[in-house]
């Protein structure tokens, strides 16, 4: 088994250097010119990344805290905000260079270790997170087909996108009642079950996770996670002086987050950059360009990734130690 793991992670690392290769081939990309327009870069320009970075990583605690509150049993501790955070940075920095989806719910069932039902809590809770993203961001690649199918243009895009955000919300109810209703026949008792599968299944079911209300809220949080990804994506084009028209970039993210769906490699490298470019070639930026751009949004991207999970790391320690002392002088005071 050791074996097998170490030949898919040799074979996922080179698939990624391959695909890497074949962008800047394909793209004919100086990586000479690539490295000057990195150098380039403002510290103003990388500041509004690394803010945008962490509103991301903010709206992705607030959908896993909303999950967990709804999840968790009357005796699981609360994990603290602060706490949540960290995590969820580490999880978005680990997937640099592992796949999101595991390298966020390794961080997380790690983080969550102390506080009670880690695999629940942060496995199974991540990947219902991420889920709603997977959710909302299909909708959003229809309205990207629209587009492209019609050879629409920003107008075109803006209106199916809206279109689908609200689509996206209304569906959401029926979605869930169907959802409860395929739980209900799966478990219809009202004691818990023995058997180990039924027993999840019932325990889904007479949970809060199953509400309309939830399920809306963190659909709309999604939404507003893909269009901080979009700004980001602007703001890394800006800063290395390459023009891509805003709603193309709006309307390309989408299908790349679809493409990241598929982890075949570490941290998505190779297959999200040509996914990146060959979106953006369908909605009329040159695949040059395009190419360009994925390679200096990836290397931006990361260092932003790495640098808000140090601080809140460096925020986290600091919360505990200030907490450790000022619980002892409280302590001495009393004595």
């Known amino acids: 088994m050791k074996l097998r793991r170490l030949i898919l992670m040799l074979a996922s690392i080179a698939l990624a250097f391959v695909l890497i290769v074949l962008l800047v081939k394909v793209g004919k990309v100086d990586l000479r010119v690539t490295l000057q327009q990195l150098k380039s870069v403002t510290l103003i320009a990388f500041a509004?990344?690394?803010?945008?970075?962490?509103?991301?990583?903010?709206?992705s605690t607030e959908k896993w805290r909303s999950i967990d509150a709804a999840w968790r049993r009357p005796s699981d501790s609360i994990q603290p905000k602060i706490t949540s955070y960290a995590v969820t940075s580490v999880g978005l920095a680990m997937g640099v260079f592992l796949p999101l989806q595991l390298a966020?719910?390794?961080?997380?069932?790690l983080g969550t270790y102390i506080h009670g039902r880690a695999l629940k809590r942060g496995t199974a809770g991540t990947l219902l997170e991420q889920g709603f993203d997977v959710y909302t961001v299909a909708f959003l690649a229809l309205a990207s087909g629209i587009t492209w199918f019609y050879h629409g243009g920003a107008k075109t895009w803006a209106l199916c996108a809206s279109a689908s955000i609200v689509l996206a919300l209304l569906a959401v109810g029926p979605s869930v009642f169907l959802v409860r209703w395929l739980f209900a026949s799966c478990s219809a008792l009202s004691a818990?079950?023995?058997?180990?599968?039924?027993?999840?299944?019932?325990?889904i079911q007479h949970s809060g996770i199953l509400n309309a209300g939830l399920a809306r809220r963190l659909v709309a949080l999604s939404a507003l996670r893909t269009g901080t990804v979009v700004l980001m994506s602007i703001q890394t084009a800006e800063a290395v002086g390459l023009h891509i028209p805003p709603w193309q970039m709006a309307a390309a993210v989408p299908l790349v987050s679809v493409a990241a769906i598929i982890a075949l490699t570490p941290g998505g490298i190779g297959l999200n950059d040509l996914a990146g470019a060959g979106?953006?070639?369908?909605?009329?930026?040159?695949?040059?360009?395009?190419?360009?751009?994925?390679?200096?949004?990836?290397?931006?991207?990361?260092?932003?990734?790495?640098?808000?999970?140090?601080?809140?790391?460096?925020?986290?320690?600091?919360?505990?130690?200030?907490?450790?002392?000022?619980?002892?002088?409280?302590?001495?005071?009393?004595?």
């Open 279 to 335: 979106a953006l070639r369908i909605f009329g930026t040159p695949f040059a360009i395009g190419a360009q751009w994925v390679l200096a949004n990836r290397v931006l991207v990361s260092v932003s990734y790495l640098l808000v999970a140090f601080f809140a790391i460096v925020v986290l320690c600091s919360d505990k130690v200030l907490a450790h002392y000022i619980g002892g002088a409280i302590r001495e005071d009393n004595q």
């Open 48 to 59: 509004k990344i690394v803010l945008l970075n962490a509103f991301l990583v903010y709206l």
């Open 192 to 203: 818990e079950p023995h058997n180990r599968i039924l027993r999840s299944f019932w325990a």
């Open 104 to 109: 966020m719910a390794t961080a997380r069932t």
